[in-house]
């Protein structure tokens, strides 16, 4: 979804995203009971973790390093997903967030690549992406995620989140 500034190669290169440490892993990737099914039958001895009414993966803590790989990555062909990836993965480093009781679209500090593209560049991505992505979380409210400081706010919705009505 973000191919105006994000290339497969690069992506291929990186992987970062993919791998989570402890500070970071409350970003794994919200998984749909449909995709849990999708997830099972490749996997059918992942274990998940609830999140509301969706999950995300149980990950194993590397041996020699705080780091959790995901469960659906194949270290050199890449996600084992492909295009059904999660839609966290999909919009990644673009995320849903809540921000004083508003959904807000920011930015990950994490993504090397999107972090050298003009702001400029990844706000018109961010908007074009708004609609498609605040109608994921209309449908799945558990894509939202807290504000964490250093995320870039790049779009507010123009209505407060029902907490706030
Ligand atoms: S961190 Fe950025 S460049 Fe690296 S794999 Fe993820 S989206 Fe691609
Ligand atoms: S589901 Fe796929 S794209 Fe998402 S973190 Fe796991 S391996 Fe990476």
């Known amino acids: 979804m973000l191919s105006e ?7 291929a290169e990186c992987r970062i995203c993919c791998c ?3 500070y970071d892993i409350w970003e794994a990737p919200v998984i749909s009971p449909s995709l849990r099914t999708k997830v099972e ?3 059918p001895e992942t274990e998940f ?4 009414d969706s ?3 149980k990950m194993r803590r590397e ?3 705080d780091l959790y790989y995901c469960n659906l990555l194949d270290r050199s062909r890449g996600c084992m997903l492909g295009g ?16 004083e009781g508003r959904r807000v679209i920011a930015l990950s500090p994490v993504c090397p690549v999107v972090a050298k593209r003009p702001v400029e560049a990844v706000t018109a991505v ?13 449908k799945n409210p558990d894509l939202v995620k807290k504000y964490e400081l250093g995320y870039v706010i790049l779009v507010i919705e123009d209505k407060p989140t029902e907490q706030q009505l």
Do not use: H
């Open 5 to 11: 500034i994000l290339s497969r190669k690069e992506c």
């Open 20 to 22: 989570f440490d402890s």
């Open 41 to 43: 039958e490749l996997l």
């Open 49 to 52: 973790v609830t999140k509301g």
């Open 55 to 57: 999950f995300t993966l």
């Open 63 to 65: 041996q020699d390093a």
């Open 84 to 99: 059904e990836k999660p839609f966290d993965c999909s919009i990644w480093p673009l995320r849903i967030m809540e921000f």
């Open 126 to 138: 961010a908007k074009k992406l708004a609609p498609t992505i605040f109608e994921q979380a209309n």
